[in-house]
Every structure is written in structure tokens, then in C-alpha cells.
């Protein structure tokens, strides 16, 4: 095809443009999906070459600039044009009504329509737009002053960079991540041995406040927008901000309502005070707001709150109980992980006994002591946590946890990275460390050691049968026969599940070994970039950081990993075992007829696990996810299927069965 012309260019990249933003909204904002993922990416491909041809044309609009390349030095203070001032709470019926009573007297005769709207429990958040363009985002802060998140703000996909208004705009929104967003990244913090989030609140909160603008757009952050001020002005009433926040492009919550009383009110906190466990976000209440801005004028506000809203909060997930004792947990990676052990309390249905504390800094930070009592929150499926301590209620026997600056485990002396908060026992035969050590080793997704599970590890370990992790190579049949349950059939079996990793590929070797920040998807980017474990092992920063997804941080745990010379050791004595240290050579085309595409799998599919069905998929080529996205290119239905199956079918993805499944794994 011809270079076209310089005028051709700056008119095809206008159309390119528009019709990426145009999808992107039908996508990320409406759920409604015009095209196919290839369509839309040949659309941004091609964009991206034309505008490398003729740069003079990139422009901070172009959906091309949505992640910026450099990370931020920090964030700069911006006072609000329009303090962000927070919004008074209420607990039940009675003072709502006070609320409204409080409205009448001040508005008399009026009517009164509200909009309710579910409160979203995230990060506010103030975005401009200037000549139609993106132009800047601010924190709430203070309500008077906020931090410039603009770049991070830009990578959230449903936040529009250009809108159909040349005058100056502002919206207002939360921002927040999805259920299924946290766990994600809570089981990516878990694999590198980093402390967990609490809830969905403090990972947006975090994530938000990263100085790498790269890092932000990969944690699936997302916004919903509910107040807009046009040259300073607001629409006439808040159901028509609503309504023209959708026009504009901008994603709104579509479980809001309008209101003619009150009782409508109370009806709809009535409804989600049941359904909101089935949100993919968290909710702590319905926002009540005065639907005429004339009204909400007229009310005013006080020095804290505006007069014409409430939140009227759920029932909280709450409960006090006194914390007993606090013990450290040694993981995989040698995290060191303070655990309240709690009165046992009931929690939404669930007998609550014991809850993590994150970190020696959290503890500091909330000044927790053993015997205090302290509030304890649980939010949907999320893991239960210290809210608050109850200081008033100390007798003054209290005891402040001293941290130790050996490993409980084994005694060698704790290592914290310089900037982190969590510290680190690095002696890889830990006995806290080796159990979960071995049992990663010989998972599916590892090295693949059937039956080596819990229970064996333990009496492996208890009989001192096993005191590093090679030795599980050195193991005989004699050794086996003592063990609980160990027949010789078992013995057996297990015996060649071991022998069989040693031929296991390079990429599962390395995710095998739990190095810190080290996931699954790249280790298979090492090994097909390196080949043979001796490269790895030698190559230097430059070298790991030219690997996809490998960035300082990561190149540097990896180097720190072989600096040790008792990994060094065991990589020498794995070696020794048998351990084949090169990666297998690559699949052709015709063995990998499913590359290039994207399956999710729905349900239950009998004779198969969900690994079994996500390694079969991989080992044609195929990338497996988790979830529905526009990157999906099909969808496996099986008995029972979940919610991504009318999500599918509302974006138009190809589904398949068992029967189709079987017949492209090759066992019809």
C-alpha cells in the first residue's frame, strides 16, 4: 500500500479516532459492543502506524496516549474550583426522615424529588475537560485541595478524552475496582509474597497513587461519574446531570432512580439492602440528593456537607471482638505476616477467628496491641479485617507486639528491602517457608507432582525425610513405607510423579522455584527469551528488563534471588537430581492452531478440571482468562454456567460446548 499523503494522513487519523472512541464507549461504557476484538484492533493498529509516520499529528486526545511513558516524580497539589465537600451520613428510617422534615422547613410547601443513587464504595475524584478535551484529574483531598492524578486518571478506559462540549467542563465521580478486579490482585500480591489489600476501597485507593501510570492502567481500575458543572454551572436537576453525563459519554451508574417521595426512597434501599451482593463492586448505601438545583441552591450547605444530600448507609458487616494473641506467619516467599488470633465473632454468617494485620507498619499505624478490643469488618466475599481499635476500652494490661528481627521459623535474620514494608526471612530451607515452598513446587501449575499434597509434605517434613527441597528427588520406596497411607501402589505413583517433572518445560521450573514477583505468565516470557536456566541465572538488569512485563523492580528480585548462594545450591543440587534446565523447543504453527485467541471457560466440564482444560487450551496456543473481556474470542459452556454467559452472549462471543471443546482438544 502507498505512503499516503500528508492531508490524506491527518484525515484518515480524524476517522480512526473517532471511531475508536466511538467503540470504546459502546464497550466500556454502554456494554453494547458494535464490532469484533480484531475489527477494533486493526482500527488501533492502524492508528498507531499512522501516526508513527506523521507524529507532527499525535495529539493528547488520540486514544494512543492513554498510558503515559514515564512515571511521575509526584503528584502536585491543585485547590478544587469547587470545594469537594464529603456528604452527611445516616443510619436508619428515622433519621432519614429528620432529614427530610430538616428540608421542608427550610423549602415550605415545595415539592421534593430525589434521586437515589447507590453509594459507591471507592475514591472521589474531579475530572476537567477543556476545548472538548481530557485536561486534568484531582483527588478529593481535603475537599478544598487534591492531589493532579491526571495520568492515572487517563488509563481508566471508561473515561472519555474527548466529549462533544467545547466549553469548560467538570465531572465528578467515584472511582473503584471490582470484585473480581481485587481478587486478582490480591492473588498476584499473594504469588509475590506482597501483603494483601483489606478491601476494594484501599486497593483503588492504592492503585490510584501509583507514580507509574504503566502500572495503574494494569489493575482494572473503573469510574462512575454523577455530578457535572458546565462553565461552572450545574444542569437543572441531578436526573438530567445523569442523563447528560450519558450523552457526553460518560459511564453512570444505571442503578439509579428518580424519586417522587420519599417512600420510593426507603423502597429501593430496602431492595439493594438484599441484592447488593450480587454487584461485581462494593456499595455501603444509597446517596439521597434533591433532584432541583434551584432547591439545592436555595438549601445551601453547612461548613461540612451540602444540605440537600444523605447517604443512608447499609447495615454495616461489622463486629467488636478482643484480639488475643498475635502470631507471625512465614509464607512461600518469606513474608513475615503479623495474625490477630480473635475471641471467635460472628460475621455475615461466618464464625470469624482470625484476621490478617498486613504488615508491622499497619500495626504501628492503627497502634494494635494484644488484648485490645477493635473493630472488624467483612464486605462481601473479602477477606475480614481490623477496622479501628477501641482505645478507651484499654485496662491498660495491653501489650505492644515487639517485632522480631529473626525469622520465628528458623532463626535466620529478617530482611526488609529498602521502600518496602514487608520484612523477609531468605533462608530458603525455612521449615515455615519450605512447606509452602514444595507444595508450589509440585503444584499443577508448577512442576506437576501428583500427590504431593498437604498432608504428605507434612509427615515428609515431620519425619525429616525432606529438609530442602531438592531432597523430595532423593526420596525411595523404603522411605515411603512408613508414611500414613502410603501403600506401595501409592508409593509407587508418587515416586514417578517425580521422576516425570524432571522433564517438565524450563517456564514451569521458574515459576516453580517462587521467585518474588515472578508469576506464571512470566516465567514463560524468561524461558522463551532465555532458553537455558544458566542464561537467566548469569543475565544482568538490562537483559531481564528487555523481556515483556519485566521491569526494574522485577529484574531486581530476580537478581537478588540468584545473588544467594543457598539458592544457588539448590539450583545446583535440582540440577544434580536430574532436572532438565532448558526449555523445550518451540511448538510449530500447525501444533498451535488456537494462537492469536483468547478462551474463557463457564461451568463444569465432566472429566476435566478447570487446569486440565486451561493446559490442553495453552498448549494449542490459546491465552485462557478469567473473565469476559473484549479480548475474549470464546466463551466454553459448561453444566451450571455463571454470569459470563449472558455477558457473552451481550457482546456477541462465540460459545462452544462439550462436545465442540472435545473436538478441538482432539478427544471427540
Known amino acids: 500500500m502507498s505512503r499516503p499523503s500528508r492531508n490524506q494522513a491527518r484525515r484518515r487519523i480524524g476517522e480512526l479516532r473517532a471511531s475508536i472512541a466511538y467503540h470504546e464507549k459502546k464497550y466500556y461504557v454502554d456494554n453494547d459492543p458494535q464490532i469484533s476484538d480484531a475489527e477494533f484492533d486493526g482500527l488501533v493498529s492502524e492508528l498507531v502506524e499512522l501516526e508513527a509516520a506523521f507524529p507532527e499529528f499525535i495529539s493528547p486526545e488520540s486514544p494512543t496516549q492513554r498510558v503515559g511513558g514515564k512515571p511521575v516524580e509526584g503528584f502536585r497539589t491543585i485547590t478544587h474550583r469547587k470545594p469537594m465537600q464529603s456528604i452527611e451520613n445516616c443510619y436508619n428510617e428515622e433519621e432519614l426522615l429528620e432529614f427530610e422534615e430538616r428540608i421542608k422547613k427550610l423549602l415550605p410547601g415545595e415539592k421534593i424529588e430525589y434521586v437515589a443513587e447507590l453509594k459507591i464504595d471507592g475514591v472521589s475524584v474531579s475530572v476537567s475537560y477543556r476545548d472538548g478535551r481530557y485536561s486534568q484529574a484531582v483527588s478529593r483531598g481535603d475537599g478544598f485541595q487534591g492531589d493532579d492524578i491526571t495520568q492515572n486518571v487517563k488509563t481508566i478506559k471508561s473515561v472519555p478524552l474527548a466529549v462533544p462540549e467545547k466549553g469548560g467542563i467538570e465531572v465528578r465521580g467515584e472511582i473503584y475496582l471490582s470484585f473480581e478486579s481485587f481478587r486478582a490482585a490480591n492473588r498476584e500480591r499473594e504469588e509475590q509474597g506482597q501483603a494483601l489489600f483489606a478491601n476494594p476501597r484501599n486497593a483503588a485507593a492504592g492503585a490510584i497513587r501509583l507514580l507509574d501510570p504503566r502500572e495503574v492502567a494494569t489493575r482494572g481500575l473503573d469510574v462512575f461519574m454523577y455530578y457535572l458543572f458546565l462553565d461552572g454551572r450545574e444542569p437543572a436537576t441531578q436526573w438530567e446531570t445523569l442523563r447528560r453525563l450519558k450523552e457526553l459519554g460518560f459511564r453512570i451508574n444505571p442503578n439509579s432512580r428518580l ?17 447488593r451482593d450480587s454487584l461485581d463492586y462494593d456499595v455501603d448505601g ?42 507471625i506467619q512465614v509464607g512461600r516467599t518469606g513474608a513475615l505476616t503479623p495474625v490477630a488470633v480473635l475471641e471467635p465473632v460472628k460475621l455475615g454468617g461466618v464464625t470469624i477467628s482470625r484476621s490478617t494485620l498486613h504488615n508491622e507498619e499497619e500495626i504501628k499505624r492503627k497502634d494494635i496491641r494484644i488484648g485490645d478490643f477493635v473493630l472488624l469488618e467483612r464486605s462481601g466475599d473479602v477477606i475480614p479485617h481490623v477496622v479501628s481499635v477501641m482505645k478507651e476500652r484499654r485496662t491498660g494490661k495491653e501489650k505492644i507486639l515487639k517485632w522480631p528481627d529473626k525469622c520465628p521459623a528458623c532463626g535466620t535474620a529478617v530482611f526488609k528491602p529498602k521502600g518496602e514494608v514487608v520484612s523477609r526471612c531468605i533462608n530458603p530451607s525455612c521449615p515455615a517457608r519450605l512447606r509452602e515452598s514444595i507444595l508450589h513446587y509440585a503444584s499443577r501449575r508448577a512442576m506437576d507432582i501428583e500427590g504431593l499434597g498437604e498432608a504428605l509434605v507434612d509427615q515428609l517434613l515431620e519425619s525429616g525425610l525432606v529438609k530442602s527441597l531438592p531432597d523430595i528427588y532423593t526420596l525411595k520406596k523404603d522411605d515411603l513405607s512408613g508414611l500414613e497411607r502410603m501403600g506401595p501402589k501409592s508409593a509407587d505413583n508418587l515416586l514417578a510423579g517425580i521422576e516425570n517433572s524432571k522433564t517438565r518445560d524450563l517456564a514451569r521450573l521458574i515459576f516453580g522455584l517462587g521467585i518474588r514477583h515472578v508469576g506464571e505468565k512470566m516465567a514463560r516470557s524468561l524461558a522463551e527469551r532465555f532458553e537455558k536456566f544458566e542464561a537467566l541465572v548469569k543475565a544482568g538488569e538490562s537483559e531481564l528488563t528487555a523481556v515483556e512485563d519485566v521491569g526494574p523492580k522485577v529484574a531486581e528480585s530476580i537478581r537478588f534471588f540468584f545473588s544467594r548462594q543457598e539458592n544457588l545450591e539448590l539450583i545446583k543440587r535440582l540440577r544434580e537430581a536430574g ?20 478462551f474463557v471457560v463457564t461451568g463444569t466440564i465432566e472429566g476435566f478440571t478447570r487446569d486440565e482444560i486451561k493446559d490442553k487450551l495453552e498448549s494449542l496456543g490459546a491465552e485462557v482468562g478469567t473473565s469476559v473481556t473484549r479480548k475474549t474470542t470464546c466463551l466454553v459452556v459448561g453444566e451450571s454456567p455463571g454470569s459470563k454467559l449472558d455477558k457473552a452472549r451481550q457482546m456477541g462471543i462465540k460459545t462452544i460446548g462439550e462436545k465442540e471443546l472435545l473436538e478441538i482438544l482432539g478427544r471427540k
Not at 259 to 275: A, F, G, P, Q
Not at 586 to 594: I, N
Open 286 to 327: 444509597v446517596v439521597v440528593k434533591v433532584n432541583s438545583a434551584g432547591q439545592r441552591a436555595r438549601l445551601g450547605a453547612t461548613a461540612k456537607s451540602p444540605r440537600w444530600a444523605i447517604a443512608y448507609k447499609f447495615p454495616a458487616r461489622q463486629a467488636t471482638t478482643r484480639i488475643n494473641d498475635i502470631i
Open 579 to 598: 532436572i532438565e534446565m532448558r526449555a523445550a523447543k518451540a511448538a510449530t504453527e500447525s501444533r498451535r492452531p488456537l494462537a492469536g485467541q483468547v
Open 259 to 275: 424519586c417522587r417521595s420519599l417512600e420510593e426512597v426507603i423502597r429501593l434501599y430496602n431492595e439493594w439492602t438484599e441484592k
